[in-house]
Nanobody, 124 residues
Framework: QVQLVESGGGSVQAGGSLRLSCAAS????????MGWFRQAPGKEREGVAS????????HYADSVEGRFTISQDGAKTTLYLQMDSLKPEDTAMYYC?????????????????WGQGTQVTVSA
């Protein structure tokens, strides 16, 4: 059974940084697509960053390009999202997601498994 557990969220001032982690069990990262999504109150879920199985190809939302970095550990069990230069508009619940295929990784419909989320709050 696949389980994804996010951690690392919290409250930070604008300009600060946070590093989110997603621990995967019953699943090997770097086999299929992995991604980070977020949802703010009253808004639709949006893709933040995604990684292809080769561990090299990535895709970022325009709003986070150059500020966020998706990565994975060598043991293939943890996915990360390094978030720098945070803005108040980054405030949302952040979710880790895993797929059962290795293409179209930028689309939320690709993903089969979701974590419970970790809250990120950025104050001005």
């Amino acid at each position: 059974q696949v389980q994804l557990v996010e951690s690392g969220g919290g409250s930070v001032q604008a300009g600060g940084s946070l590093r989110l982690s997603c621990a995967a069990s019953g699943y090997t990262i770097k086999t299929y697509c992995m991604g980070w999504f977020r949802q703010a109150p009253g808004k639709e879920r949006e893709g933040v960053a995604s990684m292809w199985p080769n561990g090299v190809d990535t895709h970022y939302a325009d709003s986070v390009e150059g500020r966020f970095t998706i990565s994975q550990d060598g043991a293939k069990t943890t996915l990360y999202l390094q978030m720098d230069s945070l803005k108040p508009e980054d405030t949302a619940m952040y979710y880790c997601a895993a797929a059962r295929r290795g293409w179209s990784c930028q689309f939320s419909t690709t993903y089969n498994y979701w974590g419970q989320g970790t809250q990120v709050t950025v104050s001005a």
